[in-house]
Protein backbone atom coordinates (compact mmCIF):
# COMPACT_ATOMS: atom_id res chain seq x y z
CA UNK A 1 0.00 0.00 0.00
CA UNK A 2 1.33 3.62 -0.81
CA UNK A 3 2.67 5.63 2.54
CA UNK A 4 -0.04 7.38 4.02
CA UNK A 5 0.85 10.82 5.05
CA UNK A 6 -0.85 12.99 7.66
CA UNK A 7 -0.45 16.58 6.62
CA UNK A 8 -0.78 19.60 9.14
CA UNK A 9 -0.50 23.44 9.47
CA UNK A 10 -0.74 24.59 6.04
CA UNK A 11 -1.97 27.67 7.26
CA UNK A 12 1.06 29.35 8.25
CA UNK A 13 2.67 32.44 6.89
CA UNK A 14 1.70 32.64 3.37
CA UNK A 15 5.07 32.83 0.86
CA UNK A 16 5.62 35.13 -1.84
CA UNK A 17 2.97 33.52 -4.03
CA UNK A 18 3.87 32.06 -7.83
CA UNK A 19 2.96 34.11 -10.94
CA UNK A 20 0.37 31.73 -13.16
CA UNK A 21 1.00 31.54 -16.52
CA UNK A 22 -1.97 32.36 -18.55
CA UNK A 23 -3.85 31.86 -20.99
CA UNK A 24 -3.20 27.59 -21.24
CA UNK A 25 -6.23 26.07 -21.45
CA UNK A 26 -6.78 24.16 -18.01
CA UNK A 27 -8.74 20.96 -18.45
CA UNK A 28 -10.97 19.62 -15.40
CA UNK A 29 -12.78 16.47 -14.99
CA UNK A 30 -14.33 15.38 -12.11
CA UNK A 31 -16.69 12.75 -10.80
CA UNK A 32 -18.56 12.02 -7.49
CA UNK A 33 -19.85 8.35 -6.25
CA UNK A 34 -23.91 8.75 -5.62
CA UNK A 35 -23.63 8.14 -1.93
CA UNK A 36 -21.55 10.62 -1.56
CA UNK A 37 -22.51 14.22 -0.74
CA UNK A 38 -20.84 17.27 1.11
CA UNK A 39 -23.29 18.67 4.13
CA UNK A 40 -23.46 22.23 3.79
CA UNK A 41 -23.85 24.87 6.91
CA UNK A 42 -26.36 27.61 7.46
CA UNK A 43 -23.64 30.38 5.77
CA UNK A 44 -23.37 28.11 2.76
CA UNK A 45 -20.04 27.02 3.78
CA UNK A 46 -19.26 23.04 3.56
CA UNK A 47 -18.87 20.69 6.93
CA UNK A 48 -15.03 20.27 7.18
CA UNK A 49 -14.34 17.02 6.24
CA UNK A 50 -10.96 14.92 7.52
CA UNK A 51 -8.25 13.29 5.25
CA UNK A 52 -4.83 11.93 5.15
CA UNK A 53 -2.72 11.95 1.72
CA UNK A 54 -1.36 9.03 0.18
CA UNK A 55 1.91 9.43 -2.53
CA UNK A 56 0.27 7.79 -5.97
CA UNK A 57 3.10 7.74 -8.15
CA UNK A 58 5.11 10.01 -10.40
CA UNK A 59 4.31 9.00 -13.83
CA UNK A 60 7.50 10.70 -16.04
CA UNK A 61 7.89 11.53 -19.14
CA UNK A 62 10.31 10.08 -21.78
CA UNK A 63 11.77 13.64 -22.23
CA UNK A 64 13.75 15.12 -19.12
CA UNK A 65 11.81 18.04 -17.40
CA UNK A 66 13.32 19.85 -14.67
CA UNK A 67 9.99 21.81 -14.15
CA UNK A 68 8.09 18.68 -12.72
CA UNK A 69 11.20 15.75 -12.47
CA UNK A 70 12.79 17.54 -9.30
CA UNK A 71 9.08 18.45 -7.55
CA UNK A 72 9.17 16.22 -4.94
CA UNK A 73 5.79 14.47 -3.48
CA UNK A 74 5.68 16.84 -0.39
CA UNK A 75 6.00 20.52 -2.72
CA UNK A 76 3.07 18.93 -4.60
CA UNK A 77 0.96 18.04 -1.60
CA UNK A 78 1.27 21.39 0.15
CA UNK A 79 -0.30 22.74 -2.58
CA UNK A 80 -3.22 20.22 -3.28
CA UNK A 81 -3.70 21.04 0.41
CA UNK A 82 -4.15 24.73 0.22
CA UNK A 83 -6.33 24.17 -2.43
CA UNK A 84 -8.59 21.35 -0.44
CA UNK A 85 -9.00 24.00 2.50
CA UNK A 86 -10.73 25.95 0.28
CA UNK A 87 -13.57 23.89 0.24
CA UNK A 88 -13.29 22.58 3.57
CA UNK A 89 -11.41 19.44 3.61
CA UNK A 90 -8.60 19.53 6.78
CA UNK A 91 -6.04 17.26 7.07
CA UNK A 92 -6.13 15.21 10.11
CA UNK A 93 -3.73 16.47 12.49
CA UNK A 94 -3.40 13.59 14.99
CA UNK A 95 -3.33 10.46 12.56
CA UNK A 96 -6.74 9.24 14.56
CA UNK A 97 -7.29 6.73 12.53
CA UNK A 98 -11.21 6.84 13.71
CA UNK A 99 -11.01 10.48 12.86
CA UNK A 100 -10.11 10.07 9.82
CA UNK A 101 -12.93 10.26 6.46
CA UNK A 102 -10.63 10.05 3.31
CA UNK A 103 -7.83 8.88 2.21
CA UNK A 104 -6.69 11.42 -1.13
CA UNK A 105 -4.17 9.39 -3.56
CA UNK A 106 -2.36 11.78 -5.61
CA UNK A 107 -0.69 10.82 -8.86
CA UNK A 108 0.64 13.05 -11.54
CA UNK A 109 3.02 12.94 -14.41
CA UNK A 110 2.77 13.76 -17.87
CA UNK A 111 1.12 12.12 -20.64
CA UNK A 112 4.08 11.13 -24.05
CA UNK A 113 1.66 12.27 -26.40
CA UNK A 114 1.24 11.24 -30.08
CA UNK A 115 1.60 13.79 -32.31
CA UNK A 116 3.67 13.68 -35.43
CA UNK A 117 2.76 10.17 -35.73
CA UNK A 118 1.78 10.57 -39.35
CA UNK A 119 5.34 10.93 -40.01
CA UNK A 120 6.58 6.90 -39.17
CA UNK A 121 8.55 5.71 -42.14
CA UNK A 122 5.44 3.30 -42.76
CA UNK A 123 3.63 6.69 -43.73
CA UNK A 124 5.99 7.80 -45.28
CA UNK A 125 6.31 4.89 -47.88
CA UNK A 126 2.62 4.64 -48.30
CA UNK A 127 3.01 8.24 -49.30
CA UNK A 128 5.39 7.62 -51.69
CA UNK A 129 4.03 4.28 -53.10
CA UNK A 130 0.57 5.95 -53.62
CA UNK A 131 2.37 8.75 -55.00
CA UNK A 132 4.48 6.88 -57.74
CA UNK A 133 3.49 7.00 -61.26
CA UNK A 134 3.62 3.24 -63.18
CA UNK A 135 7.05 2.34 -64.40
CA UNK A 136 7.09 2.49 -68.00
CA UNK A 137 8.21 -0.90 -70.16
CA UNK A 138 12.10 -1.09 -70.41
CA UNK A 139 13.16 -0.70 -74.21
CA UNK A 140 13.95 -4.24 -75.56
CA UNK A 141 17.92 -4.89 -76.22
CA UNK A 142 19.24 -3.61 -79.44
CA UNK A 143 18.30 -5.98 -82.28
CA UNK A 144 15.42 -7.71 -80.81
CA UNK A 145 12.04 -8.04 -82.73
CA UNK A 146 9.66 -7.41 -79.67
CA UNK A 147 9.04 -10.35 -77.01
CA UNK A 148 7.58 -9.55 -73.37
CA UNK A 149 10.76 -8.67 -71.78
CA UNK A 150 9.80 -4.91 -71.57
CA UNK A 151 6.25 -6.05 -70.26
CA UNK A 152 8.17 -8.77 -68.01
CA UNK A 153 9.79 -5.82 -66.20
CA UNK A 154 7.09 -3.60 -65.88
CA UNK A 155 4.94 -6.27 -64.24
CA UNK A 156 7.89 -7.28 -61.99
CA UNK A 157 8.29 -3.49 -60.92
CA UNK A 158 4.16 -3.03 -60.60
CA UNK A 159 3.84 -6.17 -58.46
CA UNK A 160 7.24 -4.85 -55.79
CA UNK A 161 5.12 -1.81 -55.74
CA UNK A 162 1.94 -3.26 -54.96
CA UNK A 163 3.79 -5.34 -52.66
CA UNK A 164 5.50 -3.04 -50.70
CA UNK A 165 2.25 -0.40 -50.70
CA UNK A 166 0.25 -3.67 -49.12
CA UNK A 167 3.24 -3.84 -46.21
CA UNK A 168 2.90 -0.50 -45.61
CA UNK A 169 -0.98 -0.75 -45.25
CA UNK A 170 -0.89 -3.63 -42.87
CA UNK A 171 1.94 -1.27 -40.44
CA UNK A 172 0.21 2.27 -41.29
CA UNK A 173 -3.05 0.38 -39.90
CA UNK A 174 -1.32 -1.17 -36.72
CA UNK A 175 0.36 2.42 -36.12
CA UNK A 176 -3.49 3.37 -36.36
CA UNK A 177 -4.88 0.77 -33.79
CA UNK A 178 -1.84 1.24 -31.40
CA UNK A 179 -2.39 5.13 -31.67
CA UNK A 180 -6.55 4.39 -31.12
CA UNK A 181 -5.75 2.34 -27.75
CA UNK A 182 -3.28 5.07 -26.53
CA UNK A 183 -5.35 7.99 -27.19
CA UNK A 184 -8.21 6.28 -25.49
CA UNK A 185 -6.05 5.25 -22.25
CA UNK A 186 -4.77 9.21 -22.28
CA UNK A 187 -8.22 10.09 -22.34
CA UNK A 188 -9.36 7.78 -19.32
CA UNK A 189 -6.52 9.19 -17.33
CA UNK A 190 -7.41 12.57 -18.03
CA UNK A 191 -10.84 12.87 -17.97
CA UNK A 192 -11.22 12.95 -21.53
CA UNK A 193 -13.18 9.57 -22.17
CA UNK A 194 -16.34 10.94 -21.67
CA UNK A 195 -16.44 13.77 -24.00
CA UNK A 196 -14.17 11.59 -26.79
CA UNK A 197 -17.32 9.42 -26.84
CA UNK A 198 -20.28 11.70 -27.03
CA UNK A 199 -18.52 12.76 -30.28
CA UNK A 200 -18.25 9.26 -32.00
CA UNK A 201 -19.66 9.33 -35.15
CA UNK A 202 -19.47 12.87 -35.70
CA UNK A 203 -16.06 12.53 -38.37
CA UNK A 204 -18.01 13.08 -41.44
CA UNK A 205 -20.16 16.40 -40.00
CA UNK A 206 -20.31 19.89 -39.70
CA UNK A 207 -19.33 19.05 -35.74
CA UNK A 208 -16.18 17.10 -37.18
CA UNK A 209 -14.03 19.77 -35.53
CA UNK A 210 -14.65 19.53 -31.46
CA UNK A 211 -13.79 15.61 -31.86
CA UNK A 212 -10.43 17.05 -33.63
CA UNK A 213 -10.21 19.17 -31.21
CA UNK A 214 -10.50 17.09 -28.45
CA UNK A 215 -7.84 14.25 -30.13
CA UNK A 216 -5.25 17.19 -30.64
CA UNK A 217 -5.21 17.89 -27.22
CA UNK A 218 -5.06 14.13 -26.04
CA UNK A 219 -2.23 13.33 -28.23
CA UNK A 220 -0.29 16.18 -26.72
CA UNK A 221 2.02 15.75 -24.06
CA UNK A 222 0.20 17.00 -21.12
CA UNK A 223 0.61 18.10 -17.00
CA UNK A 224 -1.28 16.01 -15.30
CA UNK A 225 -2.96 15.47 -11.64
CA UNK A 226 -5.25 13.14 -10.73
CA UNK A 227 -6.75 13.45 -7.04
CA UNK A 228 -8.62 10.08 -5.84
CA UNK A 229 -10.49 9.85 -2.72
CA UNK A 230 -11.58 7.00 -1.07
CA UNK A 231 -13.33 6.47 2.21
CA UNK A 232 -10.75 5.57 5.07
CA UNK A 233 -12.66 3.82 7.48
CA UNK A 234 -14.21 1.32 4.49
CA UNK A 235 -10.70 0.68 3.82
CA UNK A 236 -8.94 0.33 7.06
CA UNK A 237 -12.03 -1.28 8.78
CA UNK A 238 -12.53 -3.28 5.80
CA UNK A 239 -10.16 -3.56 3.53
CA UNK A 240 -12.72 -2.09 1.05
CA UNK A 241 -11.34 0.53 -2.03
CA UNK A 242 -14.36 2.47 -1.91
CA UNK A 243 -13.63 5.82 -4.37
CA UNK A 244 -16.28 8.13 -2.84
CA UNK A 245 -14.74 11.33 -5.95
CA UNK A 246 -11.79 12.04 -8.31
CA UNK A 247 -10.98 15.28 -9.84
CA UNK A 248 -8.70 15.34 -12.75
CA UNK A 249 -6.77 18.10 -14.28
CA UNK A 250 -4.44 18.68 -16.98
CA UNK A 251 -2.73 21.21 -19.20
CA UNK A 252 -0.35 21.54 -21.62
CA UNK A 253 2.99 20.31 -21.71
CA UNK A 254 4.37 22.71 -24.47
CA UNK A 255 5.20 26.10 -23.25
CA UNK A 256 4.40 25.76 -19.83
CA UNK A 257 6.51 25.37 -16.12
CA UNK A 258 4.78 23.08 -14.15
CA UNK A 259 6.12 24.57 -11.47
CA UNK A 260 4.96 27.59 -11.88
CA UNK A 261 1.67 26.64 -13.40
CA UNK A 262 0.65 24.24 -10.35
CA UNK A 263 -0.41 26.31 -7.71
CA UNK A 264 -3.38 28.31 -10.03
CA UNK A 265 -4.57 24.90 -12.24
CA UNK A 266 -5.03 23.09 -8.57
CA UNK A 267 -6.79 26.60 -7.62
CA UNK A 268 -8.95 26.62 -10.60
CA UNK A 269 -9.50 22.99 -9.96
CA UNK A 270 -10.22 23.30 -6.39
CA UNK A 271 -13.91 24.46 -7.29
CA UNK A 272 -14.69 20.64 -8.02
CA UNK A 273 -12.95 18.94 -5.63
CA UNK A 274 -15.52 16.95 -4.17
CA UNK A 275 -17.93 17.67 -6.66
CA UNK A 276 -19.11 16.75 -9.93
CA UNK A 277 -18.40 18.97 -13.00
CA UNK A 278 -21.15 17.69 -15.26
CA UNK A 279 -18.19 16.53 -17.77
CA UNK A 280 -14.97 17.63 -19.18
CA UNK A 281 -14.62 21.19 -18.37
CA UNK A 282 -11.54 23.08 -20.42
CA UNK A 283 -10.81 27.29 -19.72
CA UNK A 284 -7.84 29.31 -20.10
CA UNK A 285 -6.18 29.55 -17.24
CA UNK A 286 -6.36 33.31 -15.55
CA UNK A 287 -3.30 35.40 -15.18
CA UNK A 288 -2.91 36.16 -11.29
CA UNK A 289 -0.86 35.03 -7.89
CA UNK A 290 -1.80 32.47 -6.04
CA UNK A 291 -0.45 32.53 -2.61
CA UNK A 292 1.06 29.14 -1.16
CA UNK A 293 1.53 28.96 2.57
CA UNK A 294 4.58 27.05 4.50
CA UNK A 295 3.71 24.12 6.80
CA UNK A 296 4.00 24.37 10.47
CA UNK A 297 4.06 20.32 10.86
CA UNK A 298 4.72 17.48 8.67
CA UNK A 299 4.04 13.52 9.79
CA UNK A 300 4.69 10.60 7.61
CA UNK A 301 3.53 6.96 8.08
CA UNK A 302 6.33 4.50 6.48
CA UNK A 303 5.00 2.68 3.75
CA UNK A 304 3.74 -0.94 4.64
Known sequence: MPSLLALCGFLGAACPGARA????VTAVSSQVSADYSRVTLPDGS?????????????????M????????????????????LAKQNY????????NRTKLLIMVYWGTTNGAEGASNSEAYQNLQANQGAPTPPPTPPPSGAHGGATG????????????DSTASSLAVVAAENRNRDENDERTAQL??????????????????????????????????FIVLMAYDFQALWKHKQH????????????????????????TDYASSYFGQDSGGLLRKPLPEGHVE?????????????
Open 151 to 162: NDNSARANAARQ
Open 46 to 62: YQAETYTFGEGGHYASA
Open 90 to 97: VPETDRDP
Open 64 to 83: KDNSIDKLKFLDLAQIVARA
Open 242 to 265: KLVWVTRFSIREQGTNFDKVLPAM
Open 190 to 223: LGYDGELASTSGLELTAFHNRREELISEIEESRY
Open 21 to 24: EGGQ
Open 292 to 304: IGVPRALDTTPGK
